[in-house]
Each structure stands twice: as structure tokens, then as C-alpha cells.
Nanobody, 122 residues
Framework: QVQLVESGGGLVQAGGSLRLLCTVS????????MGWYRQAPGKQREVVAG???????YYTHSVKGRFTISRDNAKNTLYLQMNSLQPDDTAVYYC????????????????WGQGTQVTVSS
């Protein structure tokens, strides 16, 4: 089984930045695709960004140019650098892992970590 631990969230003003971290254990991290997801109150969970085992990236339109997904295979860690944050970015952010990028972008998983709260004030 895979364990996922998200961290790095917090409260920031609009225009500010945060860096989220996801530590992964129990799988072959370097050979998997990884993704970030978010869920705001009353809304469906949505994919934010994904990164493949060879470094191919995907971003949902609303964050493109503001967020950067990256990975450090030696540390089994996934990152999401979030710049120019806006109130609409407020949500609980989750990470997940899959063999293929298509699974990451689809976003259907049997289990999730605890998530990390990001709150952006106006």
C-alpha cells in the first residue's frame, strides 16, 4: 500500500505564495506519475497538476502559469509551488500516485491522504 502525507498549507494574502510537499512511501516513487488535487467546500475534487515519471507535466487551465509541479525522486517527495494565489485557490489540497498519467488526470482513487488546507484571503 501507498502512504501519502501532504504538508505546507497555510493562510496567505492574495498575490502571495506557498509551496506544498507530498511525501510518498510504499511504492516505487520514481516510476510513478504523481498529481495534486484540491477540494473546496461544497465543490467536487478536481485535478490541479500532474507530473509523469519522465517529467511530463499537466496543469488545469486556471493554474497554468502560476503553479509549478516538480518531484525529487531521491527524497520520494512531490512539490507544488503556488504563486500569485487568489481566493478561488482556497481548498484542501491532496496528492496521489499512479502508474500512468491518464490515471492522474482522471483523478479516481480508492484512498487519499489527510490533505493540507490552503486559505487565500482577499
Amino acid at each position: 500500500q501507498v502512504q501519502l502525507v501532504e504538508s505546507g498549507g497555510g493562510l496567505v494574502q492574495a498575490g502571495g505564495s506557498l509551496r506544498l510537499l507530498c511525501t510518498v512511501s510504499g511504492n516505487t516513487f520514481s516510476n510513478n506519475a504523481m498529481g495534486w488535487y484540491r477540494q473546496a467546500p461544497g465543490k467536487q475534487r478536481e485535478v490541479v497538476a500532474g507530473i509523469g515519471s519522465q517529467g511530463t507535466t499537466y496543469y488545469t487551465h486556471s493554474v497554468k502559469g502560476r503553479f509549478t509541479i516538480s518531484r525529487d525522486n531521491a527524497k520520494n517527495t512531490l512539490y507544488l509551488q503556488m504563486n500569485s494565489l487568489q481566493p478561488d485557490d482556497t481548498a484542501v489540497y491532496y496528492c496521489n500516485s499512479a502508474r500512468f498519467m491518464s490515471t492522474i488526470t482522471r483523478g479516481y482513487f480508492d484512498s487519499w491522504g489527510q490533505g493540507t488546507q490552503v486559505t487565500v484571503s482577499s
